[in-house]
């Protein structure tokens, strides 16, 4: 139902800014949503990389925190990942996702981020 968007094969050091989408005939009341970015390396367990409330609170994972930043638009109906001085570790499958409590989860399908050292 999300499509993230972004993804790209980038030099150590670079920056990528990766776009989910939320479809306007399902996330009418998008606001209302808590999302989320979350990544899955090869051979790792899916993991949280940052997330953003209702209310634009953010929390993000002690490895990409003073790198990477999250943000919403609800006009738009979109969120966004600003990532810089992307390292080789950063390298993943990165999946948006929604969440409310009376609709549980929602997914992407992912984007690739590759990162060359």
């Known amino acids: 139902l999300l499509v993230e968007s972004g993804g790209a094969l980038v030099q150590g050091g670079g920056s990528l800014k990766l776009t989910c989408a939320a479809p306007?005939?399902?996330?009418?009341?998008?606001?209302?949503?808590?999302m989320a970015w979350y990544r899955q390396a090869p051979e790792k367990q899916r993991e949280l990389v940052a997330s953003?409330?209702?209310?634009?609170?953010?929390d993000y994972a002690d490895s990409v925190k003073g790198r990477f930043t999250i943000s919403r638009d609800n006009a738009k109906k979109k969120m966004y990942l600003q990532m810089n001085n992307l390292q080789p570790e950063d390298t993943a499958v990165y999946y948006c996702?929604?969440?409310?409590?009376?609709?549980?989860?929602?997914w992407g399908q992912g984007t690739q981020v590759t990162v060359s050292s």
């Open positions: 996702t929604s969440y409310t409590p009376s609709r549980g989860r929602s």
């Open positions: 953003i409330s209702n209310s634009r609170s953010t």
């Open positions: 306007r005939s399902i996330f009418s009341d998008f606001s209302t949503y808590d």
